[in-house]
């Protein structure tokens, strides 16, 4: 009886550390629930470069990769912007100081990479102990947190990103698992996380269609590419779906042999980037940079599941860049050129839709049951996240986002493209 109260004790102590950690820690992009939303309470919806800013490091490159938080450190990726040296740097929390900077790969000869893009777009995701992180093709690889010390890496991916890599890796048990969807080739991995070997690789089944005059396929590159990111899924019966969002379909996939499940067409879509985000039974995410569809999608289909398993759909302002939000029964977003819109989850009924200005690359992120938007040239907004739009500030930084901010604590952590912030109330 007394070592199974002791064990009780542990496991509650252990449960009541992973809370803690869970405000803390934001460990991926769009934070430890993959959908940009934290409970945390207490921060800051008033900020310039004089006000509320508890530290401010200068950031040297060209890098639009989100900075991810453990502990007392932060992380970010970052690159030259002729994408020739690929880096890492970890920060001290608290003071903004940098712990290490290294330099993990150079690059002879660097793909093409758009200049609205950078060699340095992926976020890196954490767990105690490691960093995982990739730059597309030329470098994937596992860090020791503590110097930034190899444990692993890859540098065999073929993919032509034909405008630069964007998608984010995810962990899922023993796997680090990334998209890779480029002009030449479109493929999900899933590599051993500990040693880097593959465990599965998965070919995309929908491919660009149009065809040459010789009846050959048309290449492309646009029409195949796609920056989006992962996330997992848990469909009403309980079993785990990887949903991925390729150029011209979303993908489910079984998770632990990277077999296709289901898809949903988006023939002519591109260039995808958006994360999906779940709730209420749906995954609900947009689809392609030309047109800007947002899919609510039921995730127990088998087969093609275009026509009986996508609920509803929402042109209007669905964004091209910016991932969306939901809390409840509402989602809310905002699209590249600055229109905010709250929908019903359940129908994708319009709520609301107010210009509030500005073009956006960085996703939106809800914390204290507020919603925090950065813009390209440093507006940051934070508005309710309630069925009646309400503006709560707007405030300037002096550069403006294009990677999404993290949420520690008390304190937003804002990449802009000069400088990392720690916003906290002073």
């Not at 470069?49 to 990726?77: H, I, M, Y």
């Not at 190899?150 to 796997?175: E, K, M, N, Y």
């Not at 042109?315 to 939000?325: F, G, M, V």
Request: glycine share 10%; net charge positive.
């Amino acid at each position: 009886m007394v070592f199974r109260q002791a064990c009780l004790t542990l496991l509650h102590l252990a449960a009541l550390c992973i809370l803690s950690n869970a405000t803390e820690n934001w460990n991926q992009f769009r934070g430890p629930g993959e959908d940009g939303r934290a409970e945390n309470t207490g921060l800051p919806t008033v900020w310039n470069e004089e006000r509320n800013v508890a530290w401010k490091t200068p950031l040297q490159g060209k890098a639009w990769s989100s900075p991810v938080v453990w502990g007392d450190r932060v992380w970010v990726t970052n690159a030259n912007p002729e994408g020739t040296n690929l880096s890492v740097l970890c920060l001290d929390k608290s003071n903004g100081k940098v712990l290490y900077d290294k330099l993990l790969w150079t690059v002879e000869k660097p793909q093409f990479c758009h200049a609205f893009n950078s060699y340095a777009s992926p976020t890196p995701v954490l767990e105690d102990g490691l960093v995982y992180l990739t730059f597309g093709s030329p470098y994937t690889a596992c860090l020791r947190a503590s110097d930034g010390e190899v444990v692993w890496q890859r540098t065999d991916f073929t993919c032509d990103h034909f405008r630069g890599a964007g998608s984010s890796p995810i962990l899922h048990g023993d796997s680090l698992i990334l998209n890779f969807d480029g002009a030449d080739h479109q493929f999900v991995v899933a590599l051993d996380k500990l040693t880097g070997k593959t465990l599965w690789k998965t070919p995309r089944s929908v491919d660009y269609r149009d065809l040459d005059a010789s009846g050959k396929p048309k290449r492309d590159g646009d029409m195949r590419k796609a920056y989006g990111t992962p996330i997992m899924v848990r469909t009403p019966d309980g079993k785990s779906v990887l949903v991925s969002a390729g150029a011209m379909a979303l993908y489910g996939y079984n998770p632990t042999t990277g077999k296709e499940l289901w898809r949903v067409e988006t023939i002519g879509t591109h260039s995808t980037s958006c994360r999906p985000v779940t709730g209420l039974g749906m995954v609900y995410t947009t689809m392609g940079f030309s047109k800007g569809i947002l899919l609510a999608v039921r995730p127990d289909g088998e087969g093609h599941v275009t026509e009986s398993h996508v609920a509803w759909r929402y042109t209007k302002a669905a964004p091209k860049k910016p991932s969306i939000l939901i809390r409840g029964d509402l989602l809310f977003m905002v699209d590249d050129g600055g229109v905010a819109a709250c929908l019903n989850a359940r129908t994708g009924a319009e709520i609301w839709k107010k210009r509030i200005g500005g073009n956006f690359s960085a996703s939106p992120i809800m914390a204290g049951g507020m919603i925090y938007l950065f813009d390209e040239n440093g507006k940051g907004t934070v508005l309710a996240a309630e069925r009646n739009f309400k503006v709560i500030s707007t405030n300037e930084l002096e550069a403006g986002c294009m990677g999404s901010p993290a949420v520690s604590g008390d304190m937003l952590i804002v990449r802009t493209k000069k400088a990392l912030y720690g916003l906290r109330n002073q």
